[in-house]
């Protein structure tokens, strides 16, 4: 048998002939040791395991306070969370439905949803509408250096509250002026602030002027925009975001000193062109286990994608419904906290934990598919696919219930990936059963082919590679 290059990201292109590469709920991870039986292996993303539970939902924001309390906002409601789980209402804000943002300065937080915004008092348990004529709204707030940082919609304009106070002076502003466009968005991040316009963003830094302490840093513009005001994150010492200029837009972008780097792939951006309104777009980031990942999520289309710093390849996150549909994934908002990696629920009020030795979504079914690269003769000859083998970690059947003899589901196109043959199952391993083999036989013939693995078991999984034994045939 020989091997063929089955473990890899998702790439499926505008052309399923092309590419029609599908990685979901698995991320690939390259080898570090330099002697790996495979130069890199697809491993399971983390299920959710019940941390906390909100009375309202869906989950709009959370925040680690400190190492004990964490801010959690679900339903236009406003929750305190104890690092054990414990939840207690402190107020609410209003009929706001969508992600709120929140900053701390270390004793209050402030919290904007666009057109409102509310200081918390956490050690006080109260929250304060604010209410001065001076704010008129903002959708993105951040801290630096003593000050909260805000928007201002429907402008240029971005606001500061008092040093180490939330008191807010209208004469208290600074315009983004390299570009006419309005601003979108902003993040706080190695102590500058990044302004996102619509088509152009720029970078302000901390001067210690008496009238206005924030100045630009002269050569710190970039003519490339925000798409989406939630799509900005940080991650890795960098900044990332989805972004828009006077061309386009849909590009994924993360920041290479104060020049924008793409990271999203042709396919990845065909997908984003087909969703249609992509201003929804959310993101969050978190790390876990030397991997740094970016998760977007486009809530009208149903999808998310997360880009792996540490290899920077892409694949799918998704929750699966009752009708086996796939959906975006549960997190809505993330935050670290308690020692985990916390996010919430953006249907439900419930907290979830990420964990790599949990195999479900909190009780449902997590979809791991690969589809690996075509599989074609140079010359497009018939092949005779005589057996097909995936090298992964077998034996991982749990004692009882579903998972006790884990299954793997094997189906192939021989059009190019645009339709799929009927399902083949195979055992891969009742516990302890770790010589099994997942391996296929008696696969048919084509010019073309496309294999596509799914296991839905709640089982560990870690697929390493793939042989195939293939006969030649007529032209």
């Known amino acids: 048998m020989a091997q063929f290059p089955f473990i890899g990201a ?48 869906g989950v709009q924001g959370l925040l680690r306070f400190s190492a004990a309390l964490a801010v959690a906002v679900a339903g236009g409601v406003v929750y305190l969370v104890s690092s054990a789980g414990a939840v207690e209402q402190i107020g609410t804000i209003g009929s706001a439905s969508g992600p709120v943002s929140m900053a701390s300065n270390g004793t209050q937080v402030m919290l904007v949803t666009g057109p409102a915004g509310y200081v918390i008092d956490p050690a006080a348990k109260t929250i304060t509408a604010i209410s001065t ?42 315009t983004a002026e390299g570009s006419p466009d309005l601003l979108v968005s902003l993040i706080v991040d190695h102590r500058e602030l990044w302004l ?7 970078v302000f830094f901390d001067s210690g002027n008496s009238d206005f302490p924030f100045e630009r840093i002269q050569g710190a513009f970039m003519e490339h925009g925000c798409a989406a005001a939630q799509s900005v994150a ?35 951006e065909s997908a984003i062109e087909s969703y249609g309104d992509i201003s929804d777009a959310i993101a969050w980031t978190y790390q876990q286990e030397g991997h740094a990942f970016y998760v977007l999520t486009f809530p009208s289309a149903g999808r998310t994608w997360c880009f792996d710093a540490a290899t920077s390849l892409w694949h799918e996150r998704a929750w699966h419904d009752a009708d086996g549909v796939q959906q975006r994934h549960r997190g809505a908002c993330h935050m670290a906290f308690a020692g985990r990696n ?7 009020g419930r907290l979830y934990a990420l964990d790599l030795d949990a195999y479900t979504d909190n009780g449902d079914a997590i979809h791991r598919v690969r589809a690996a690269s075509h599989i074609a003769a140079p010359d497009y000859q018939l ?4 057996a097909l083998q995936i090298d992964m970690e077998t034996g991982v059947g749990l004692q009882d219930g579903q998972g006790a003899d884990p299954q793997a589901m094997l189906q192939w196109s021989d059009d190019g990936g645009h339709t799929w ?14 010589k099994a083999r997942a391996r296929w036989r008696r696969l ?16 560990k999984i870690c697929l390493i590679g793939a042989s195939v034994e293939v006969g030649a045939g007529g032209a």
């Open 444 to 459: 048919g013939r084509s010019r073309d082919r496309v294999f596509r693995v799914t296991i839905t078991d709640p089982v």
């Open 234 to 268: 940080k991650l890795d010492n960098s900044v990332f975001w989805m972004g828009a200029d006077d061309k386009g837009r849909g590009i994924v972008f993360r920041a290479q000193g104060y020049v924008p780097q793409r990271i999203s792939t042709h396919a990845l």
């Open 196 to 202: 996102f316009g619509e088509t152009s963003t720029e």
């Open 133 to 174: 004529d001076a704010f008129s709204g903002a959708d993105r707030v951040d801290f630096v250096d003593g000050y909260f940082v805000f928007n201002q919609p429907g402008t240029g304009k971005f606001q500061i509250t008092g040093l180490y106070n939330t008191a807010i002076d209208g004469l208290d502003f600074a």
């Open 342 to 348: 916390i996010v919430g629920d953006w249907e439900s």
């Open 383 to 386: 092949q005779f696919f005589r």
């Open 10 to 57: 998702a790439y499926a292109a505008r052309s399923a002939n092309f590419d029609a590469q599908v990685c979901v709920n698995l991320y690939p991870e390259v080898s570090g040791s330099g002697s790996s039986k495979s130069p890199a292996a697809l491993i399971g993303t983390p299920g959710l395991t019940l941390f906390a539970t909100l009375p309202t939902g």
């Open 421 to 434: 043959s009927n399902e083949h199952w195979v055992s891969i391993g009742k516990a302890g059963q770790h």
